[in-house]
């Protein structure tokens, strides 16, 4: 794969500030960037995703993996820029090796994805059922490990620092090392960025692995998830009570709420130590 060329994450916004004892002066604040990404099959478009830009390569790579259409780094031949698109920064061709049926990938082309939410065609846990399998691990997790991670997490959002708009995705080893960090304006890209960089990068399959994600964990968190064989996923906020229905039907540690001195855990507490 050749090296990513990317636009910057963050960009300089004139803004207004208005005080509560009526002042107010102007200055330029950093904001979060959010720009489409084509990802195409070939030289075929198959879906526009708005995303922070970055790790595009990872980005696309992971939505192949989450959507089930790809399992390792062997099915990717390769993933680079598209010299034929009129904005090569925004778009990113892949092409699949002999054993991904092109036909079956074509069959399942996707139109625009926005930044606030995920590929919602998986809308039933009988449809993951068709591609996900019951999670198998032996990860075991100390309490107080689980309690460190959040700040672990917060030490490396970058860019939050300066934008303070951006959801983030660890993944970290069952020693609590922080494997890989993506940041994003939408959770499902953050996510998929992460799975990019593991399976790209022989952190595969995550059968030992911990995820925490910074905001919600919704139904597509988990989906995607189950596609990285992830056992343990993790969030500073609520869950949904799909995500729940899903993580308890498949074998997935669920916890909600991680803020120290307290979680909540709704699914699978046995992979969790004193």
Same mark, same amino acid.
């Given at each position: 794969?050749?090296?990513?060329?990317?636009?910057?994450?963050?960009?300089s916004?004139?803004?207004?500030r208005?005080?509560?004892?009526?002042?107010?002066s102007?200055?330029?604040?950093?904001?979060?960037?959010?720009?489409p990404l084509?990802?195409?099959?070939? /030289?075929?478009? =198959?879906?526009?995703?708005?995303?922070?830009?970055? /790790?595009?390569?990872?980005?696309?790579?992971?939505?192949?993996? %989450?959507?089930?259409?790809?399992?390792s780094?062997?099915?990717?031949?390769?993933?680079?820029?598209?010299?034929?698109?009129? /904005?090569?920064? /925004?778009?990113?061709?892949?092409? =699949?090796?002999?054993?991904i049926?092109?036909?079956?990938? @074509?069959?399942?082309? &996707?139109g625009?994805?926005?930044?606030?939410? +995920?590929?919602? +065609?998986?809308? %039933?846990?009988?449809?993951?059922?068709?591609?996900?399998?019951?999670?198998?691990?032996?990860?075991?997790?100390?309490?107080q490990?689980?309690?460190?991670?959040?700040?672990?997490?917060?030490?490396?959002?970058?860019? =939050?620092?300066?934008?303070?708009?951006?959801?983030?995705?660890?993944i970290?080893?069952?020693? +609590?090392?922080?494997?890989c960090?993506? @940041?994003?304006?939408?959770?499902?890209?953050?996510?998929?960025?992460?799975?990019? &960089?593991?399976?790209?990068?022989g952190?595969?399959?995550?059968?030992?692995?911990?995820?925490?994600?910074?905001?919600?964990?919704?139904f597509?968190?988990?989906?995607?998830?189950?596609?990285?064989?992830?056992?343990?996923?993790?969030?500073?906020s609520?869950?949904?009570?799909?995500?729940? @229905?899903?993580?308890?039907?498949?074998?997935?540690?669920?916890?909600?709420?991680?803020?120290?001195?307290?979680?909540?855990? &709704?699914?699978?507490?046995?992979?969790?130590?004193?």
């Amino acid at each position: 794969m050749k090296p990513d060329r990317q636009l910057p994450a963050s960009a300089s916004s004139a803004v207004v500030r208005l005080q509560a004892d009526g002042t107010a002066s102007s200055l330029n604040d950093q904001v979060a960037v959010e720009e489409p990404l084509e990802i195409r099959i070939g /030289n075929r478009p =198959f879906v526009v995703t708005m995303r922070t830009p970055g /790790n595009d390569e990872e980005l696309a790579a992971g939505f192949m993996t %989450s959507e089930g259409i790809a399992s390792s780094k062997a099915d990717f031949r390769e993933i680079d820029r598209c010299p034929l698109s009129s /904005n090569p920064e /925004n778009t990113i061709r892949i092409r =699949f090796s002999d054993k991904i049926d092109g036909q079956s990938v @074509e069959s399942r082309r &996707y139109g625009a994805v926005s930044s606030s939410c +995920g590929v919602c +065609g998986k809308t %039933s846990i009988t449809a993951i059922g068709n591609s996900h399998t019951q999670i198998e691990s032996d990860l075991k997790v100390r309490r107080q490990l689980l309690f460190d991670l959040p700040e672990r997490l917060r030490e490396n959002q970058v860019v =939050f620092d300066r934008t303070g708009g951006l959801h983030s995705s660890g993944i970290f080893n069952q020693d +609590g090392e922080l494997v890989c960090l993506r @940041e994003d304006v939408g959770r499902h890209n953050a996510l998929d960025k992460a799975i990019g &960089y593991s399976l790209l990068n022989g952190v595969w399959p995550l059968n030992e692995h911990i995820l925490l994600v910074s905001g919600r964990v919704s139904f597509e968190i988990i989906q995607k998830a189950l596609a990285a064989k992830i056992p343990l996923v993790a969030a500073v906020s609520a869950p949904s009570s799909l995500a729940i @229905e899903v993580a308890r039907e498949y074998g997935v540690t669920l916890i909600g709420f991680l803020r120290p001195p307290k979680m909540n855990v &709704y699914s699978h507490p046995q992979r969790i130590l004193d």
